[in-house]
């Protein structure tokens, strides 16, 4: 996880780590089926606002790698 801001270099950052959230907003897809999601870890930065997200769960980046198509 980053300590400083990739946008302002700031290191004032705030981290919550989410298990899904309401209505499945912070989360992606990760399979088939509704809970075949993966929460997403909201990193934000309160010098200049910018957003980062990041699957936190090693087991769940191994599906994503497996099941995802490069880009």
């Known amino acids: 996880m980053p ?3 990739a946008k302002c270099g700031s290191n004032d950052l705030r981290l ?3 298990n899904g959230g309401a209505y499945g907003m912070n989360s ?3 399979g088939r089926g509704a809970k075949a999601t ?3 870890d909201n990193l934000v ?3 200049c ?3 980062e997200f990041y699957v936190s769960d090693p087991a769940t980046r191994e599906k994503i ?3 995802w198509d490069r880009p």
């Open 3 to 5: 300590t400083t801001c």
């Open 16 to 18: 919550k780590r989410e």
């Open 28 to 30: 992606i897809p990760v």
């Open 38 to 40: 993966a929460a997403l």
């Open 45 to 47: 930065c309160v010098s």
């Open 49 to 51: 606002g910018f957003v």
């Open 65 to 67: 790698a497996k099941t």
